[in-house]
């Protein structure tokens, strides 16, 4: 910049900024506003990086509306009312370098004029990799929610955030920390103090909270592989999937997708206050939000560095995504003098760790058949180092998406992987190119079965029809014995690959009928563990209706759709009959589902493999017997009184879905009693006893708590 000629920019300059923008703006609207972006993070802030260079060094061609100065992208789609925010809600500039935060703090001193006794307290927090949001409480009480938006605007969410199990429609009052304040104030006013201090008010009048919406890696692999049974597009990584489920016109699918939520700023706030962001959190911790307790308050940067360099193995155990850490000034005073820059605050930066990335090599496209016949293409790779593990294949999801990418047998490509993900190609390198390189073509007929292949018009996926197909009985068997299906341990796959291909079993039925003296041939089998497995087989008859559904392997009925059905039904019996009609009125089963499920009840085989079931015994444990979990395990329950909101059978049918017991009269192996309006002799004998007793408001508390 000493050299003035530096200053005018030439025509490929120009060319290249309008380039750039032109990118960038283009990536924005694909992340921000349709969850699916086109080109990795690292990629995006390289160009980001690149404008920014240039405009600081062509200062003419810095425009106020650049991406370098904007938050976000405008809302394109109108399905959401605007939410305007009182405070803006900004990004956060990037350190990609433990350099470039020394850096910082350097430029923070000097821009507060550098007293010598200047000391930044730093807290550090996780950078979640989910999508930021602002909800607005006023004296405590929940009111709305919405999206960043553009910084200024953003989308209203209030619905979808509700469906949010951890976000507090009613805040809980903090402890009272009024002793230090009316000690001080005390010889001023005594009389006032006492009434000023009661009608301090529990709660700031209005406040704008902020904080992450995301979902966990399994939860991210579970909508994942829902979508794929239904032959949809599939989240590239956990950020995207939890942008979407928030942007969702349907609050029956956000609520489907169990959403996470961790608040961690604050936006405009009125009657209240706030001296550091070290209390700010603690604050909202007791006012019952969801705060991450992964947080330290450092008297240094070293220390904070010492905390990103901690993270940066242990964000692998987490459950969700980090993608760095946000290092904040503690001191509001401070972060008022300090500040923001066009877009992001100067009191604050996050460290972003490296991408998790690698390139390597295509040596071939295998295609995998599933349980449903759906053919996916995978990659198999020179095996690669990536974050701790070895890489040698990734998942292509289908055809489309091998033609999108185009990934070429012998391609250089780059592959990454987020989470716990399977590690999947981000790009090809093109410019590696020699010509040598083969362009995949999906086969026509089933690679195991030969027979042809089907891809109905619209659909993404191909498959293979054959119900006999031996890929589809091994996945469909696989998936049958799994543990939140029938949970049938000790048959392993490559056993049930021996049994297929003896002719043993074609259906998960014949499991039933398998004798000892059929298993103990296969390979890697014994005495002991033919028994375990027999042992398994049988205690599986009487799984919950929920799990049965689920294992028969029905398309586009996960988990969670089987838990609505057995819900819904409450035996297979009356599940078998069920029209079409009759199953798409149903909440949360959308038509395709619907379809599906009637099709596969009205398909000869499957109603052979259901008998088949039946005679061998298979009785699943219908809704109100069958335990979903084991949070009252050992406890016994007694009720006495008329339940105001509740029937006596509903409130026993809730204890044992718990893992409790219901009895009808109090011993001393009674656990509670539960009293209702006029109750009978079982209070006096549990008072009598010493056992405790419960309201049906802490009866139901108790419930909800688990
Ligand atoms: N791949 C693409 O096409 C594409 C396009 C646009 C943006 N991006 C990515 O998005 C990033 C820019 O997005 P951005 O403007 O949201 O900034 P950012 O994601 O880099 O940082 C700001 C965000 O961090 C989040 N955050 C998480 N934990 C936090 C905490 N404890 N305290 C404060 N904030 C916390 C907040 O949601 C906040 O909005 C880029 O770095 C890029 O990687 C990618
Ligand atoms: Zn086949």
Redesign the pocket.
Known sequence: MSDPQSSQPTEAVRRRVQELREQIER??Y???VLDD?????A???ALLQELKDLEERYPELATPDSPTRR??AEPAVTTFAPFPHRAP?L??D?AFSYEELRAWEDRNRRFLGAPPDLRFEYVC????D?L?ISLIYENGEFVKGGT?GNGYVGEDVTLNLLTIPSLPKKLRPAPKKSEQKSISAAHTQPTLDFAADSQQAAFPTFIEIRG?VFLTHQEFQRINEELEERGERTFANCRNAAAGSVRQKDPRVTASRRLDLLV??VGHYEGWEFQSQYELLQTYREWGLPTNPNIRLCSTLEEAITFCEEWATRKEELPYDIDGV?IKVNSFALQRELGQVSRSPRW?I?YKYPAIQARTKVLAIEVQVGRTGALTPVAHLEPVPLAGVIVARATLHNEDEIRRKDVRIGDMVIIQRAGEVIPEIVEVVTSERDGDEIVFQMPTHCPVCGTPVERPQGEAIARCPNPLCPARVQQTIEHFVSRNAMNIEGLGEKHIAQLIQKGLIKDPADLYYLTKEQLLPLERMGEKLAEKILANIALSRQRPLANLIYALGIRHVGEHVAAVLADHFGSLERLQKASVEELAQIYEIGPATAESIAAWFADPQNQQMLEKLKRAGVQPLTQSTAPVSDALKGKTFVFTGALAHMTREEAEAAVRRLGGRAASSVSRQTSYVVVGENPGSKLAKAQQLGIPILTEEEFLEMLEAT
């Open positions: 990536a924005n694909r992340y921000y972006p086109e080109i990795t993070d990629e995006y802030d938050v976000g809600m990004s956060l990037n927090e996780l950078k979640i989910g930021s960043r992450e961690y700023a946000v604050a996050a």
